[in-house]
């Protein structure tokens, strides 16, 4: 069963960053991620068309909701629907960013609704197998895992 909004969604985040960048240096200490945010907001303001940095801060976002979804429900929520929507603006502008697709992915299949979407999911998916099939199958693997 999915809790309020989504179960192992820190873990699925972690993975995703531990397969992509070698290392989780997105901590899961919600103060620490708080600063790393408002770090990147402040560098959006000066750059606010750079996709890397937007793509940054919706995983953190993800990640942020991930942290706190016991103890601050309402901020996770609102933490993953910005996250998303950062994430969904990057792809839409480089749409060979699988790092933000593989957390739209992860995003889309273990969250509920209004979050998460199987659609959705079955979309960033078909986009992950396209440009990389054993990214996307190891994608599955790490989601069919963490339910």
């Known amino acids: 069963m999915k809790t309020f909004l989504w179960a192992g969604g820190l873990a ?5 960053l531990a397969a992509e960048t070698g290392s989780t240096h997105f901590p899961y200490d919600p103060v620490k991620l708080h600063e790393n945010i408002a770090a990147d907001r402040a560098a959006l303001a000066e750059r606010p068309d ?5 793509a940054t ?3 953190e976002l993800v990640h942020l909701s991930g942290a706190v979804e016991w103890s601050h429900p309402i901020e996770a929520y609102c933490s ?4 998303r929507d950062l994430l969904e603006r990057v792809v839409a502008r480089a749409l060979g960013n699988l790092d933000a697709r593989e ?12 979050l998460g979407s199987r659609a959705r999911a079955a979309a960033q998916f078909a986009a992950i197998r396209e440009r990389d099939p054993a990214r996307a ?3 599955a693997a790490r989601v069919a895992a963490s339910e």
């Open 12 to 16: 699925i985040t972690a993975a995703v």
């Open 50 to 54: 750079d996709t890397g940095r937007q």
């Open 57 to 59: 801060l919706g995983l």
């Open 80 to 83: 993953a629907r910005e996250g």
């Open 103 to 114: 957390t739209l992915y992860c995003l889309y299949i273990k969250a509920p609704w209004p």
């Open 137 to 139: 199958q190891a994608a």
